[in-house]
């Protein structure tokens, strides 16, 4: 199943902040509030979240991005292997 959710536009209504920070990544307690949209999606069986944004938010793109090399890292404790 496909899920839309629809991130364009200024966020004029929560200027100033949103000069510097996005709507949608304006923090919800610890978290960015489309993190909860996003997680909201997952547990109602949609696996597929197109995200309609406009090309002046990249950091909304580079939260959502992944780094591999980041992932992979094996952290070692005191000898042991975590």
């Given at each position: 199943?496909?899920?839309?959710?629809?991130?364009a536009g200024y966020g004029t209504r929560f200027l100033?902040?949103?000069?510097t920070v996005p709507k949608e990544?304006?923090?919800v307690g610890t978290r960015p509030?489309?993190?909860?949209?996003?997680?909201e999606f997952?547990?109602?069986?949609?696996?597929e979240i197109?995200?309609?944004s406009s090309r002046r938010k990249k950091s909304l793109e580079d939260y959502f991005?992944?780094?591999v090399e980041l992932e992979e890292v094996t952290l070692l404790v005191e000898g042991e292997v975590l």
């Open positions: 199943m496909k899920g839309v959710i629809i991130a100033p902040v949103t000069k990544l304006l923090p509030s489309i993190a909860f949209i996003v997680e997952l547990a109602s069986g949609i696996d197109i995200i309609v991005d992944r780094e």
